[in-house]
Every structure is written in structure tokens, then in C-alpha cells.
């Protein structure tokens, strides 16, 4: 055990160092503004990834697998080789189709709905989100979003029970199914196909259209029925991010009551 321990550092120590070679020898030029402490930085973010647990290593996404060829800044065709299922949901979603559709990427300067200044002209692609050596979820979760999104809804999430619940179970690699963050509900887990891990469906419009289709899919497996559609049919209780129980009565649930009385009383 000790032995293939001392062997798998020994690989990293040795790639790392020819990593740190091309970027301050012969390296592009953006790349060889890196110092030596950021590059070392780099590498301890990696180190404690679930990637270097799974020996995805730097030349995994830093190498061409066709040409060989060194790449500084990868992009997505970089994760998408293992990650087929979160890019191909990401393209279907408002932040990636504009890729799907061969036109250039999303940025908030695009928007209609507020975004941070400095976010302006910041790409969407699976790095907006992702810090790509840690590939900690938790930061994607939330503190991700609000890089970009400066909408009331957004901004007042901080404000709620939902947001409680996260803040309280400290920071895992990964939110557990107990927290509700922004992802929760617009970027839901589904079961794999192999299912010993959570599937995160990258599709951001998905549980928008229709609107009820969060209340089933998200809300439902903690709240009853009644309350989750009484809350999101609630413009206000969105707008605020869930900030009180629902106040709103959905005629429709009257009349199920009334129906199911009626065949109760016959
Ligand atoms: C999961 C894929 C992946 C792995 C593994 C990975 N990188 Fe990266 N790396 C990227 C991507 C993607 C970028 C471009 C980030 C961006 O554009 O914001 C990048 C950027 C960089 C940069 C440039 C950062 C900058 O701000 O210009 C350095 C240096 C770097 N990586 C070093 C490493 C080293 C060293 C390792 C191994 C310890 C490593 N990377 C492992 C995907 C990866
Ligand atoms: C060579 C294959 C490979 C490449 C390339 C790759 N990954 Fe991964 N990734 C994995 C494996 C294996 C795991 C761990 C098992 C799993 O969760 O599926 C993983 C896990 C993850 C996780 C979950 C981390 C956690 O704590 O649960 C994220 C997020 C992630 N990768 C993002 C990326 C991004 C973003 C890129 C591109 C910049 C990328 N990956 C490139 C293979 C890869
Ligand atoms: C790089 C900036 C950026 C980041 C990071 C980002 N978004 Fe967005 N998001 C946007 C832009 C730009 C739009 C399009 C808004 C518009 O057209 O008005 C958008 C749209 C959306 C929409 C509306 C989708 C629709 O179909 O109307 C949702 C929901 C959303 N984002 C959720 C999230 C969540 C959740 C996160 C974090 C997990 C996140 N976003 C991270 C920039 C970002
Ligand atoms: C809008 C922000 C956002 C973007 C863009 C994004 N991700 Fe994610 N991703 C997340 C969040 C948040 C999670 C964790 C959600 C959870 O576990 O509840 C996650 C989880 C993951 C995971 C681990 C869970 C799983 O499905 O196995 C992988 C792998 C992953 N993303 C890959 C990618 C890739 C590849 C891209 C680009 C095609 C990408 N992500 C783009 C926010 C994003
Ligand atoms: C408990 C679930 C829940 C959480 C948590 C949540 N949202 Fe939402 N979000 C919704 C619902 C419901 C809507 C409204 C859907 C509609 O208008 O059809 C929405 C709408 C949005 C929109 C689209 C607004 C529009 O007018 O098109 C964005 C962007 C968004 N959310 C971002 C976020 C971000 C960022 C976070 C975290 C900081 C977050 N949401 C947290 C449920 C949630
Ligand atoms: C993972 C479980 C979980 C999911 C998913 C979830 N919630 Fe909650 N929600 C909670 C918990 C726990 C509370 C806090 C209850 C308490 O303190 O009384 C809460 C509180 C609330 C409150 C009341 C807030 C307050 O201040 O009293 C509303 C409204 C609400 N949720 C709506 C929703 C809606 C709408 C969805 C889906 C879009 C949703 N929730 C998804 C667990 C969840």
C-alpha cells in the first residue's frame, strides 16, 4: 500500500514539475506570466481534487489527445471526453445553447436580466462555474451564480431557510441531498445510469419550463404537494427566494378536497 503510494506521488511530483517547465520556459505568452507560487498553487488545488483521486491528471486536459500538443487554456472539448451526460445537458440549456448553435458564448453583456458589472464579459463554458484543478461543487453551488446574477431573487437567496440549511452543514467537496442551493433547483441531480453517483443535469432552463415541473421534481422530495406549487406559483415568494411559508391558495387543491370528500361521503 505504502509502495503504490510513494509510485503515485512520485508521478505527480514528476508531472508537475514538466508541467511547471512549459510554463515558464517555453510556454505561450499568457501562460508565462504564471510565477512558480501560482503554478505550485495550482497544484494543491488539484491534489485534493476528487480528479487527482481518480489520477486525472494535468496532461488530461492540458494535452491535445490527437496532436500531443500542450494546451494552456483548455476549453470544454476538454471535460466533455469524460463528462459526455453535464456537457451535452449544459448545450440545452440557456447558458450553453448559443454554443450548440455555433454562435459565440453566452455573456452577461447579453443579458436581460441584471448581472454584475465586472461579470460583463465573462464566457459561459464549464469553467464559469467550475474552479477546474479543485472541482469543488460547493463554490459552484452558490457563490458561483452570484459572480454573474445581481437579480433580486438571487441576491435574496442569502436571505433564506433554504440558504440556512447550506451555510449550517459547513464545506463539503459536495453539498449533501439535505442542503438546498441555487443548483438544487436549477441545476437538479437525477439518478445515473449506473447509479452510484448523482447525475447533475447541466440544463438550466429545464426545471423553468414548465414552471410546475420544479414543484414535482425539486420541492416535492422535501416539501408536500400543496406547499410547493402554493410557492411557486407565488411571483412574490419567488421574487423574495422562499423567504416565508407560502401564503397563497391554489383554488385547485379546494376542489380535489371537495371532490375527495364527496367520494369519501358516498
Ligand atoms: C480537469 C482538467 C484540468 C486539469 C486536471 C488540470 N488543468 Fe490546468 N487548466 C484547465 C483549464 C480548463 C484551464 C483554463 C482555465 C481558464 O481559462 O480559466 C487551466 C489553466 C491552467 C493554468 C493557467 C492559469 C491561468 O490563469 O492562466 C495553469 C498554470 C494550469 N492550468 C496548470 C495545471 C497543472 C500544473 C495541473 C496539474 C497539477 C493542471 N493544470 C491540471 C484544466 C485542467
Ligand atoms: C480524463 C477524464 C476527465 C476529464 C478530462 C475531466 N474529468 Fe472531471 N472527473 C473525472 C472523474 C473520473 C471524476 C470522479 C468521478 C466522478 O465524479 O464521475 C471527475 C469528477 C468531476 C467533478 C465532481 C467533483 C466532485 O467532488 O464530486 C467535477 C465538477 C468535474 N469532474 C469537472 C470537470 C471539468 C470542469 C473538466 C474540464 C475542465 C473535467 N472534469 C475534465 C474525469 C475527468
Ligand atoms: C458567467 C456568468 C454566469 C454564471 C457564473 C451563472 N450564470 Fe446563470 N445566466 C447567465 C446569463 C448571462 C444568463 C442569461 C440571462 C438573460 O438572458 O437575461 C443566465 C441565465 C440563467 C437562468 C435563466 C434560464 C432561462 O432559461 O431563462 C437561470 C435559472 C440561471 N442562469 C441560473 C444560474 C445558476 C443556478 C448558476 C450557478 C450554479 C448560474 N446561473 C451561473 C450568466 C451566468
Ligand atoms: C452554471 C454553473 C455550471 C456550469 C456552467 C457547469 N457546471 Fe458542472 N456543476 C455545477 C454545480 C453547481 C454542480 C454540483 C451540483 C450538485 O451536486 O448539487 C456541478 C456538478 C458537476 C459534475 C459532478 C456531478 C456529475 O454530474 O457527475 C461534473 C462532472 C460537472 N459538473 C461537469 C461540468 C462540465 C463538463 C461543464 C461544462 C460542459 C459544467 N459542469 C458546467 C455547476 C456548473
Ligand atoms: C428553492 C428553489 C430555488 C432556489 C434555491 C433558487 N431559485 Fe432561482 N428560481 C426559482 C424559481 C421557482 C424561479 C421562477 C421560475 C419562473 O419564473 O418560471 C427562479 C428563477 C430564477 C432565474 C430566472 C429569472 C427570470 O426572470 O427569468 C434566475 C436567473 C435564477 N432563478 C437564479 C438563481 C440563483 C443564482 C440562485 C441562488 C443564488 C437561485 N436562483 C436560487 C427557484 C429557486
Ligand atoms: C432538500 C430539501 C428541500 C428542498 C428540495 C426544498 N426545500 Fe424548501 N425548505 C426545506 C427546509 C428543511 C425548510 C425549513 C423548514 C423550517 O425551518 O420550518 C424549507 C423552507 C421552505 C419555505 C419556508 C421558508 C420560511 O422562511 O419559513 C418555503 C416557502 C420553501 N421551503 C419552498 C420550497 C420550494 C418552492 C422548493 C422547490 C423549488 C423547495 N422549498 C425545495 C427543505 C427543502
Redesign the pocket.
Given at each position: 500500500m505504502k509502495k503504490v503510494l510513494a509510485i503515485a506521488l512520485s508521478l505527480t511530483l514528476s508531472?508537475?514539475l514538466s508541467?511547471?517547465f512549459c510554463?515558464l520556459g517555453n510556454a505561450p505568452a499568457?501562460?508565462q506570466s504564471?510565477t512558480e507560487a501560482?503554478?505550485s498553487d495550482?497544484?494543491a488545488q488539484?491534489k485534493g481534487s476528487a480528479?487527482a483521486l481518480a489520477d486525472?491528471?494535468?496532461s488530461?486536459?492540458?494535452q491535445d489527445s490527437e496532436t500531443k500538443a500542450f494546451v494552456?487554456?483548455?476549453d470544454n472539448e476538454?471535460?466533455q471526453s469524460c463528462h459526455e451526460a453535464e456537457t451535452d445537458t449544459f448545450l440545452l440549456g440557456k447558458h450553453g445553447i448559443r454554443r450548440l448553435e455555433g454562435q459565440s458564448p453566452l455573456t452577461p453583456a447579453k443579458a436581460r436580466l441584471p448581472m454584475k458589472a465586472e461579470a460583463h464579459g465573462q464566457q459561459m463554458n464549464c469553467?464559469a462555474c467550475h474552479n477546474?484543478?479543485s472541482?469543488d461543487t460547493y463554490q459552484a453551488s452558490v457563490d458561483s451564480c452570484l459572480t454573474c446574477h445581481n437579480d433580486e431573487h438571487s441576491l435574496n437567496y442569502k436571505n433564506s431557510k433554504h440558504s440556512q440549511l447550506f451555510l449550517a452543514e459547513g464545506n463539503l467537496a459536495r453539498p449533501s441531498n439535505a442542503s438546498v442551493t441555487c443548483a438544487t433547483c436549477h441545476l437538479p441531480r437525477e439518478a445515473s445510469e449506473s447509479g452510484s453517483n448523482a447525475l447533475v443535469n447541466h440544463n438550466n432552463t429545464y426545471t423553468l419550463k414548465p414552471r410546475d415541473r420544479m414543484a414535482s421534481d425539486v420541492c416535492m422530495n422535501c416539501h408536500g404537494m400543496e406547499y410547493a406549487f402554493n410557492s411557486i406559483f407565488d411571483n412574490e415568494l419567488v421574487k423574495s427566494n422562499f423567504a416565508q411559508p407560502p401564503e397563497m391558495h391554489l383554488k385547485s387543491f379546494d376542489m380535489v378536497r371537495v371532490l375527495q370528500q364527496k367520494r369519501e361521503g358516498n
Open positions: 508531472l508537475t508541467m511547471g510554463f499568457q501562460a504564471m501560482e503554478v495550482i497544484t488539484w480528479h486525472v491528471n494535468c488530461s486536459c492540458h494552456g487554456k483548455p476538454s471535460c469553467n477546474v484543478h472541482v
